[in-house]
Protein backbone atom coordinates (compact mmCIF):
# COMPACT_ATOMS: atom_id res chain seq x y z
CA UNK A 1 0.00 0.00 0.00
CA UNK A 2 2.87 2.30 0.57
CA UNK A 3 3.43 2.84 -3.49
CA UNK A 4 -0.58 4.24 -3.70
CA UNK A 5 0.67 6.70 -1.40
CA UNK A 6 4.03 7.69 -3.52
CA UNK A 7 1.68 7.37 -6.56
CA UNK A 8 -0.96 9.77 -4.40
CA UNK A 9 1.90 11.90 -3.15
CA UNK A 10 3.29 12.37 -6.78
CA UNK A 11 -0.15 13.27 -8.22
CA UNK A 12 -0.56 15.84 -5.33
CA UNK A 13 2.77 18.05 -5.41
CA UNK A 14 2.41 17.94 -9.07
CA UNK A 15 -1.05 18.92 -8.83
CA UNK A 16 -0.10 21.62 -6.12
CA UNK A 17 2.82 23.29 -8.26
CA UNK A 18 0.80 22.84 -11.20
CA UNK A 19 -2.06 25.26 -9.77
CA UNK A 20 -0.22 27.74 -7.01
CA UNK A 21 2.24 28.28 -10.22
CA UNK A 22 -1.10 29.11 -12.45
CA UNK A 23 -2.57 31.18 -10.00
CA UNK A 24 0.64 33.01 -8.55
CA UNK A 25 1.46 34.04 -12.36
CA UNK A 26 -2.42 35.01 -12.80
CA UNK A 27 -2.93 37.19 -9.71
CA UNK A 28 0.78 37.78 -8.66
CA UNK A 29 0.26 41.99 -9.90
CA UNK A 30 -3.18 42.05 -7.96
CA UNK A 31 -3.16 41.13 -5.13
CA UNK A 32 0.11 40.58 -2.55
CA UNK A 33 -1.29 37.48 -0.44
CA UNK A 34 -0.61 33.76 -0.89
CA UNK A 35 -3.99 33.55 -2.61
CA UNK A 36 -2.32 30.14 -4.47
CA UNK A 37 -1.36 27.98 -1.19
CA UNK A 38 -4.91 29.60 0.71
CA UNK A 39 -6.89 27.87 -2.65
CA UNK A 40 -5.25 24.85 -2.23
CA UNK A 41 -5.42 24.53 1.01
CA UNK A 42 -8.91 24.87 1.48
CA UNK A 43 -9.93 22.63 -1.44
CA UNK A 44 -7.89 19.95 -0.45
CA UNK A 45 -9.88 20.25 3.11
CA UNK A 46 -12.53 19.74 1.18
CA UNK A 47 -11.50 16.81 -1.13
CA UNK A 48 -10.25 15.20 2.65
CA UNK A 49 -13.32 15.58 4.38
CA UNK A 50 -15.24 13.89 1.18
CA UNK A 51 -12.80 11.10 1.21
CA UNK A 52 -12.42 10.82 4.79
CA UNK A 53 -16.09 10.35 5.52
CA UNK A 54 -16.04 7.52 2.22
CA UNK A 55 -13.39 5.96 4.09
CA UNK A 56 -15.02 5.74 7.61
CA UNK A 57 -18.30 4.63 6.00
CA UNK A 58 -16.27 2.10 4.11
CA UNK A 59 -18.03 3.53 0.96
CA UNK A 60 -14.42 3.32 -0.75
CA UNK A 61 -11.76 0.77 -0.92
CA UNK A 62 -8.46 1.26 1.60
CA UNK A 63 -6.81 1.93 -2.17
CA UNK A 64 -8.75 4.56 -3.34
CA UNK A 65 -8.05 5.93 0.89
CA UNK A 66 -4.03 5.69 0.34
CA UNK A 67 -4.14 6.93 -3.11
CA UNK A 68 -5.97 10.14 -2.73
CA UNK A 69 -6.60 10.36 1.46
CA UNK A 70 -3.20 10.02 2.63
CA UNK A 71 -0.84 10.32 -0.98
CA UNK A 72 -2.81 13.09 -3.14
CA UNK A 73 -4.13 15.33 -0.07
CA UNK A 74 -1.11 14.99 1.98
CA UNK A 75 0.65 16.13 -1.00
CA UNK A 76 -1.42 18.66 -2.41
CA UNK A 77 -1.96 20.71 1.04
CA UNK A 78 0.78 22.26 2.33
CA UNK A 79 1.48 23.59 5.82
CA UNK A 80 4.83 24.31 5.54
CA UNK A 81 4.21 26.64 2.86
CA UNK A 82 1.50 28.37 4.57
CA UNK A 83 3.81 28.50 7.53
CA UNK A 84 6.70 29.83 5.23
CA UNK A 85 4.78 32.80 3.60
CA UNK A 86 2.93 33.62 6.96
CA UNK A 87 6.68 34.27 7.74
CA UNK A 88 7.44 36.49 5.04
CA UNK A 89 4.42 38.04 5.22
CA UNK A 90 5.57 39.08 8.50
CA UNK A 91 9.19 39.85 7.66
CA UNK A 92 7.68 41.56 5.06
CA UNK A 93 6.04 44.30 7.05
CA UNK A 94 2.77 42.90 6.20
CA UNK A 95 1.25 41.74 10.01
CA UNK A 96 -2.25 42.48 9.15
CA UNK A 97 -2.19 40.43 6.09
CA UNK A 98 -0.40 37.34 7.79
CA UNK A 99 -2.95 37.43 10.43
CA UNK A 100 -5.87 37.52 7.83
CA UNK A 101 -4.30 34.64 6.20
CA UNK A 102 -3.59 32.21 8.97
CA UNK A 103 -6.92 32.91 10.69
CA UNK A 104 -8.59 32.42 7.38
CA UNK A 105 -7.00 29.23 6.30
CA UNK A 106 -7.11 27.62 9.53
CA UNK A 107 -11.41 28.39 9.64
CA UNK A 108 -11.81 27.81 6.20
CA UNK A 109 -9.48 25.13 6.06
CA UNK A 110 -11.50 23.23 9.00
CA UNK A 111 -15.35 24.59 7.73
CA UNK A 112 -13.65 22.80 4.02
CA UNK A 113 -13.26 19.72 5.66
CA UNK A 114 -16.50 19.76 7.65
CA UNK A 115 -18.34 20.55 4.49
CA UNK A 116 -16.96 17.81 2.60
CA UNK A 117 -17.32 15.29 5.34
CA UNK A 118 -20.67 16.22 5.04
CA UNK A 119 -21.86 16.77 1.60
CA UNK A 120 -20.61 12.90 1.22
CA UNK A 121 -23.18 11.57 3.06
CA UNK A 122 -25.27 12.65 -0.09
CA UNK A 123 -22.95 10.80 -2.38
Not at 44 to 73: K, M, P, Q, Y
Not at 88 to 115: M, P
Request: glycine share 14%.
Amino acid sequence: MIWLIGIGGSLGSAARFLLGNYIKNRFQNVIYFPLGTWIINISGSLLLGVLANLHLTDRIGEWIWFLFGIGFCGAYTTFSTFGYETITLITSKNGKIALFYVITSVFLGILSAAIGFTVANFV
